[in-house]
């Protein structure tokens, strides 16, 4: 089955920095990965997704980048704000109808 | 956007006791909704996937007998754990998908004591 890894674990930035946060993916069938935002005690919450006919794709502060030869795909927020810690996942997925297969998180805190 | 209701948020219950989990669609129908399972500090494990109509499909080393799932409509699926112990306790979370988009309850913080 997908097996999706997430780097780093956590990441600490000052308000103002940009963020990266990398995951890679094993099947090469998966065609949607999704990112997450997950605050305590809450769902996850989207905030960015792409598919496999897109290279890169970008909302305000944040982007999401594809290299499917290399299995990979990375979530970039620029420009970090207080409100933008959390704990962050990616996933991937085959399929429409397919499960998600989830990266291990990155907690990311943005200090002042 | 797409908003998925789930509840009860918290619930305490007693050892042995079994716990009814709702996960409703509140502005469009889901054929698949997805039943999640969080530990403190760790990933989304998917438990199983559940088909309006259809028995749930359990991920491996899930008990189906203890976990039980019920989707009976478009917008309504239900977990419901039986016979509850301690090492049940977990933050629960359902997902339906539509239109490709995956969306997420606000999840339930299940303390078995």
């Known amino acids: 089955g997908e097996n999706v890894e997430q780097h780093p674990s956590t990441l600490s930035v000052q308000e103002g920095d940009s963020a990266v946060i990398k995951c890679t993916y094993s099947?090469?069938?998966?065609?949607?990965f999704p990112w997450y935002k997950q605050e305590l005690g809450k769902g996850p919450q989207l905030i960015i997704d792409?598919?496999?006919?897109?290279g890169e794709k970008k909302d305000q502060r944040i982007a999401v980048t594809l290299n499917k030869t290399a299995k990979h795909f990375s979530l970039h927020i620029t420009e970090t704000q207080p409100e933008d810690s959390a704990v962050y996942f990616c996933?991937?997925?085959?399929?429409?109808?397919?499960?998600?297969?989830f990266g291990t998180g990155t907690r990311l805190q943005v200090t002042l | 956007g797409a908003v998925v209701s789930q509840h009860p948020s918290r619930v305490i219950c007693k050892s042995g006791t079994s716990v009814k989990i709702e996960c409703r669609s509140l502005?469009?129908?889901?054929?698949?909704m997805f039943w999640y399972r969080q530990f403190p500090k760790q990933s989304l494990m998917l438990m199983a996937t559940s088909n309006e109509g259809s028995k749930a499909t359990y991920e491996q080393g899930v008990e189906k007998d203890k976990f039980l799932i019920n989707h009976a409509s478009l917008t309504l699926s239900t977990l419901t754990v039986t016979s509850a112990h301690p090492e049940d306790s977990s933050f629960y979370i359902c997902s339906a998908l539509a239109g490709g988009i995956y969306t997420f309850g606000s999840g339930t913080r299940l303390t078995v004591v």
């Open positions: 792409i598919r496999s006919n897109v």
């Open positions: 502005d469009f129908q889901a054929t698949t």
């Open positions: 996933a991937a997925s085959t399929g429409t109808a397919s499960k998600l297969t």
């Open positions: 099947d090469s069938a998966s065609n949607y």
